[in-house]
T-cell receptor, first 112, second 108 residues
């Protein structure tokens, strides 16, 4: 069966510090991968998606970046965090998009 | 107008009651529709897809009204475990657009 894991689950970072969130998928190959952010009272916002290794599409201009160094690994990064980057970050995969998404447990980021 | 709109609630419903909520969407070319469930501080999980003819899964019934551009979710014989936020998702032009969710609280 397929599983998806992301980490860390919770982090508190100062403004201006770097960020790295990691996500891995097991039990499937060549998945579509996604990074979403969820702010309180708002719908999920798609940040990045990837259909293959090294292929990243950005949906929203921001100070975040994503990379897919391996087929089942997706990384969300920032060189310098802003206060507005606080939120609940969700990694997800799908067999072929967009259809059913399977989410990781989420990473709750607080930027102080 | 938001692309996908939901009443944020909360809907406070006694256990055993029937509850329904709607989700409206703005893109008439939307192709597919889903309901996800999200527990507090957890990740969303697919509850059910919504088919043109309507579909049922146990106590849950989903319906689509293309003419009025909304989908609905009905929960019968509600359980305490149904308490969650229900997210409406619309596939428009191969992009998933998420509603902000409707919070449901089932009271004993």
């Amino acid at each position: 069966s397929q599983t998806i894991h992301q980490w860390p689950a919770t982090l508190v970072q100062p403004v201006g510090s770097p960020l790295s969130l990691e996500c891995t998928v097991e039990g499937t190959s060549n998945p579509n991968l996604y990074w979403y952010r969820q702010a309180a009272g708002r719908g999920l916002q798609l940040l990045f998606y990837s259909v293959g290794i090294g292929q990243i599409s950005s949906e929203v201009p921001q100070n975040l970046s994503a990379s897919r160094p391996q087929d089942r690994q997706f990384i969300l990064s920032s060189k310098k965090l802003l206060l507005s980057d606080s939120g609940f970050y969700l990694c997800a995969w799908s067999r072929q998009g967009p259809g059913e998404l399977f989410f990781g447990e989420g990473s709750r980021l607080t930027v102080l | 107008r938001k692309e996908v709109e939901q009443d944020p609630g909360p809907f406070n419903v006694p256990e055993g009651a029937t509850v329904a909520f709607n989700c409206t969407y703005s893109n008439s070319a939307s192709q597919s529709f889903f309901w996800y469930r999200q527990d507090c501080r957890k990740e969303p999980k697919l509850l059910m897809s919504v088919y043109s003819s309507g579909n049922e899964d146990g106590r849950f019934t989903a319906q689509l009204n293309r003419a009025s551009q909304y989908i609905s979710l009905l929960i019968r014989d509600s359980k305490l475990s149904d308490s969650a936020t229900y997210l409406c998702v619309v596939n428009a032009n191969y992009q998933l657009i998420w509603g902000a969710g409707t919070k449901l609280i089932i009271k004993p």
